[in-house]
């Protein structure tokens, strides 16, 4: 076992199922993320684009060995609005949102939470996570989950390991069909992502808890308005 989560294990005992997340996520939430980076990471969902076809779901659960049961990326359907045979359907993406104030982060006992600071991805370290669930109680956005197979916290960490690492972008955003899906770094100007955001407005999720997230949603033309 990892020396840091013998210690952490040791330190805490059987109190810790008496510890208030809650006090915890109080904290003030810090700006952890990559400041002094050239890089940081960031995605668009385009629900304009997405077709509701699932292939980011399935290239996700292939590359990065995701068990069948849990989920590190959902495709959301809502609708159908209008009438038929005038009827649409809203998608919207949810999963991580590589908060730069992440609560997360702030209540992990041992680490295992953190922002890489060199990219600004929010990632796990499996060897330094006890599978307290603090992190999971944590997160607004509910996108955290135990991991049934390796027993700890999971998510998605933009591929860093699977497919970053080899120069390629994340296999959601390669499966898709219709481009809804763009990655890139937020500090350069010339790229796809910055264009993008320049070009079309957006919205993120829950900005009003001050996470600061980095998922931005091309809101879809279609779904939201009820009359
Ligand atoms: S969305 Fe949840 S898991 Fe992801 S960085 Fe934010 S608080 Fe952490
Ligand atoms: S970036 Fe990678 S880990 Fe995240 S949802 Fe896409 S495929 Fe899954
Ligand atoms: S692969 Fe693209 S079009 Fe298909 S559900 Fe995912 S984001 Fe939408």
Do not use: W
């Not at 600071?117 to 307290?132: F, H, L, Q, S």
């Not at 999971?136 to 690492?165: E, G, H, M």
């Not at 796809?192 to 900005?207: D, E, F, I, M």
Request: glycine share 6%.
């Amino acid at each position: 076992m990892d020396t840091s989560k013998r210690r952490f294990l040791k330190g805490c005992g059987g109190a810790i199922a008496g510890v208030s997340v809650y006090s915890m996520t109080r904290q003030p939430l810090a700006r952890d993320a990559a400041e002094e980076s050239e890089v940081k990471y960031a995605m668009l969902h385009d629900e304009n684009l997405c077709i509701g076809c699932n292939a980011c779901e399935d290239a996700c659960r292939e590359v990065n060995q995701v068990p069948i049961g849990v989920s590190r990326v959902d495709i959301v359907r809502t609708g159908p609005f209008g009438e038929y045979p005038e009827q649409s359907y809203r998608f919207s993406r949810h999963s991580c949102q590589h908060c730069e104030a992440a609560p997360c982060v702030k209540v992990c006992p041992t680490g295992a939470a953190y922002i890489d600071k060199e990219t600004g991805i929010v990632a796990v370290n499996e060897d330094r996570c006890v599978g307290c669930q603090y992190c999971i109680a944590a997160c607004p956005y509910q996108i955290r989950f135990i991991n049934p197979v390796t027993k700890v916290a999971d998510k998605c960490d933009f591929c860093q390991q699977s497919q970053l690492t080899r120069g390629l972008q994340p296999a959601c955003v390669l499966a898709c069909p219709t481009e809804a899906l763009v990655f890139g770094n937020l500090k350069d100007p010339n790229s796809a992502l910055v264009k993008t955001l320049k070009s079309k407005p957006t919205y993120r999720q829950k900005v009003d808890l001050g996470t600061r997230p980095k998922l931005f949603h091309v809101r879809t033309v279609d779904g939201e308005i009820v009359l």
